[in-house]
T-cell receptor, first 115, second 114 residues
Framework: AQSVTQLGSHVSVSEGALVLLRCNYS??????LFWYVQYPNQGLQLLLK??????LVKGINGFEAEFKKSETSFHLTKPSAHMSDAAEYFC?????????????FGQGTTLQVKP | EAGVAQSPRYKIIEKRQSVAFWCNPI?????LYWYQQILGQGPKLLIQ????????DSQLPKDRFSAERLKGVDSTLKIQPAKLEDSAVYLC????????????FGSGTQLSVL
């Protein structure tokens, strides 16, 4: 069965530092992978997605993620953190056939950005 | 374009009471999802509609939860009777079709069961 594990429920970085949020997945078929961001009292917003093709995916707000099949990982990075990046981040994998069906979400990682 | 609309924004009820949430998806979106997000956890799919038909309701506690999407547009999720463990944010999402690459979320309804 497909599943997602996000390593670290809380990550704290200084403003301007590298952001690294870890995500590992389990899937018996080639996965579609997603990162969503959730700001307080708001719904989820898509940051980026991997479907097929290039394994390095660029998203909004300077974030990017790399699909590594050998490591079953899809870690999210940003070279320089900004105060506005403080939020909850969710990694997700699609279930079912590659491009249909439902999303399975990880537990989430809260990103804190210190001035 | 207008986003996914949900109401109410907040709801506080006592256990064993009933509650209903409403969702209006983005115009033209055929697929509608209800997710439950318990504090500290990721969202969990409760039910998925394609137009007015149910695609997946395997995670819906059918003894107390029900959902409908009459006419294939807006949708209502109901809990009757509510339990303490139902306290969560209920998120509605929609997409143009079954391809989850294009999933748009509403702001959610925060339910507190006392």
């Amino acid at each position: 069965a497909q599943s997602v594990t996000q390593l670290g429920s809380h990550v704290s970085v200084s403003e301007g530092a590298l952001v690294l949020l870890r995500c590992n997945y389990s899937s018996s078929v080639p996965p579609y992978l997603f990162w969503y961001v959730q700001y307080p009292n708001q719904g989820l917003q898509l940051l980026l997605k991997y479907t097929t093709g290039a394994t390095l995916v660029k998203g909004i707000n300077g974030f990017e993620a790399e699909f590594k099949k050998s490591e079953t990982s899809f870690h999210l990075t940003k070279p320089s953190a900004h105060m506005s990046d403080a939020a909850e981040y969710f990694c997700a994998v699609s279930v079912g056939s590659s491009n249909t069906g439902k999303l399975i979400f990880g537990q989430g990682t809260t990103l804190q950005v210190k001035p | 374009e207008a986003g996914v609309a949900q109401s109410p924004r907040y709801k506080i009820i006592e256990k064993r009471q009933s509650v209903a949430f409403w969702c209006n998806p983005i115009s033209g979106h055929a697929t509608l999802y209800w997710y439950q997000q318990i504090l500290g956890q990721g969202p969990k799919l409760l039910i998925q509609f394609q137009n007015n038909g149910v695609v997946d309701d395997s995670q819906l506690p059918k003894d107390r939860f029900s959902a409908e999407r009459l006419k294939g547009v807006d949708s209502t999720l109901k809990i009757q009777p509510a339990k303490l463990e139902d306290s969560a944010v209920y998120l509605c999402a929609s997409s143009p079709d079954l391809a989850v690459r294009n999933l748009f979320f509403g702001s959610g309804t925060q339910l507190s069961v006392l």
